[in-house]
């Protein structure tokens, strides 16, 4: 079974307390937190500041994902007594080794992301220093857009290279998962699964969680 972390972007901000409590007691795993620049994405979302009034009504923990440029500057802000992971776009950081170090002097899990045009072996030299490896299903930038199924070759590549490797990342799959697709996704080996729209359009919020998870 897989763990679910679905992203508050596609909540009704006006009752964001409200969402996130529903969220919490219908099983989810972690909250996924998607922050967007409009610079490193074609989209602005919100910042630390909304993710931090969340904080009271969280049961779940944060699960950090920055499509920000250069994010080391930034990292600071993300971290609370709730964050478990923050992950950075491999594509969006000058230094990702001192990216990654800067996320874990905070105390933080640290995860880095790749884009759907991104070929997985990039990270391989990271792997070892990796707490996450996040693969984009969809183009980062918005909600409820298409399932890419280029995404499954790459969660087989970092599943496989886990067990050669001897190493202990956990494969989150961003974008476009339902409980109509995710079973393609948990067979390839990922552990956590983001859902944002078809979480919170589905009529029973609890059993679509439930299907999402296998
Ligand atoms: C896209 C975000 C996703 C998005 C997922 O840039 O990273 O987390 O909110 O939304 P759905 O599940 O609607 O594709
Ligand atoms: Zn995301």
């Given at each position: 079974m897989a763990k679910i972390a679905p992203s508050i972007l596609a909540a009704d901000f006006s009752e964001l307390g409200r969402d996130v409590r529903r969220l919490s007691s219908e099983g989810a795993d972690y909250l996924h937190i998607d922050i967007m620049d409009g610079v490193f994405v074609p989209?602005?979302?919100?910042?630390?500041?909304?993710?931090?009034?969340?904080?009271?009504?969280?049961?779940?923990?944060?699960?950090?994902?920055?499509?920000?440029?250069?994010?080391v500057r930034y990292i600071d802000r993300f971290v609370t007594d709730n964050t478990e992971f923050i992950t950075v776009h491999y594509e969006a950081c000058a230094d990702l080794d001192a990216t990654l170090k800067t996320i874990k002097e905070h105390g933080v899990k640290?995860?880095?992301?790749?884009?759907?045009?991104?070929?997985?072996?990039?990270?391989?030299?990271?792997?070892?220093?990796?707490?996450?490896?996040?693969?984009?299903?969809?183009?980062?930038?918005?909600?409820?857009?298409?399932?890419?199924?280029?995404?499954?070759?790459?969660?087989?590549?970092?599943?496989?290279?886990?067990?050669?490797?001897?190493?202990?990342?956990?494969?989150?799959?961003?974008?476009?998962?339902?409980?109509?697709n995710s079973h393609l996704v948990r067979e390839a080996g990922a552990d956590i699964i983001v859902a944002g729209s078809a979480v919170f359009k589905a009529p029973d919020m609890a059993a679509e969680i439930r299907g999402i998870c296998g």
């Open positions: 989209n602005i979302s919100f910042g630390p500041d909304v993710m931090k009034s969340i904080l009271g009504d969280a049961g779940a923990p944060f699960d950090v994902h920055l499509m920000i440029t250069e994010p640290a995860g880095v992301s790749i884009k759907p045009g991104t070929e997985p072996d990039v990270l391989d030299a990271f792997l070892k220093d990796i707490d996450l490896v996040l693969v984009m299903s969809v183009e980062p930038g918005f909600g409820g857009q298409k399932f890419m199924d280029s995404s499954l070759a790459k969660i087989r590549y970092y599943k496989e290279k886990r067990e050669e490797e001897g190493l202990g990342y956990v494969i989150e799959v961003d974008g476009g998962l339902s409980s109509a």
